[in-house]
């Protein structure tokens, strides 16, 4: 069984702060490695992938990869209320061309002002 | 240019019907996925196509879940005799072949079983 874990929460930073995200998987093979986020109510939307290990950058947003440590994380620079959401962590199952995602439960980052 | 569109919005159904769900992917999106978003649980993936062909039916969680896909375009999910257990948000997301990882999701269907 592919597993995918994110730190449990809820994560509550207050507004301009960094918000660290992490993420740990099981398939050892895997390549690509995705962040959503997702709004109360609303369906996932894609913030970043991340295939190469090391940093990538985009805008308030960095991605972090460590394949040897089997770990994943978001973080997000001058943390705003309007981040405040759920943040999914999502691995593409090795072995397939096409895009089956394992997810994480999930992590809800609050932000206060 | 529209995005991916799913109805109903919300479905409430007794326990023991049969229900439909139904999936527009964006046009010219080659591939779609349906999965279910249980309260407490993470998006689980149920099962893939490419075209109008499921090569990967495997998130299907027993033999009353069906899914079919025409003219490579809407997909429909078929829960028969449905369970308490069946109650969830399902999401359509569907990509393109080009890049088949940028998965654009619709707003779901959130059903609950009576």
């Known amino acids: 069984q592919k597993e995918v874990e994110q730190n449990s929460g809820p994560l509550s930073v207050p507004e301009g702060a960094i918000a660290s995200l992490n993420c740990t998987y099981s398939d050892r093979g895997s390549q690509s490695f995705f962040w959503y986020r997702q709004y109360s109510g609303k369906s996932p939307e894609l913030i970043m992938f991340i295939y190469s290990n090391g940093d990538k950058e985009d805008g308030r947003f960095t991605a972090q990869l460590n394949k040897a440590s089997q770990y994943v994380s978001l973080l997000i620079r001058d943390s705003q209320p309007s981040d405040s959401a759920t943040y999914l962590c999502?691995?593409?199952?090795?072995?397939?061309?096409?895009?089956?995602?394992?997810f994480g439960q999930g992590t809800i980052l609050t932000v206060h002002p | 240019g529209a995005g991916v569109s799913q109805s109903p919005s919300n479905k409430v159904t007794e326990k023991g019907k049969d229900v439909e769900l139904r999936c527009d992917p964006i046009?010219?999106?080659?591939?779609l996925y349906w999965y279910r978003q249980s309260l407490g649980q993470g998006l689980e993936f149920l099962i893939y196509f490419q075209g109008n062909s499921a090569p990967d039916k495997s998130g299907l969680p027993s033999d009353r879940f069906s899914a079919e896909r025409t003219g490579g375009s809407v997909s429909t999910l078929t829960i028969q005799r449905t369970q308490q257990e069946d109650s969830a948000v399902y999401l359509c997301?569907?990509?393109?072949?080009?890049?088949?990882?940028?998965?654009?999701f619709g707003p779901g269907t959130r059903l609950l079983v009576l």
């Open positions: 046009s010219g999106h080659t591939a």
């Open positions: 999502a691995v593409r199952e090795s072995g397939t061309s096409y895009g089956k995602l394992t």
């Open positions: 997301a569907s990509s393109s072949g080009l890049s088949q990882e940028t998965q654009y």
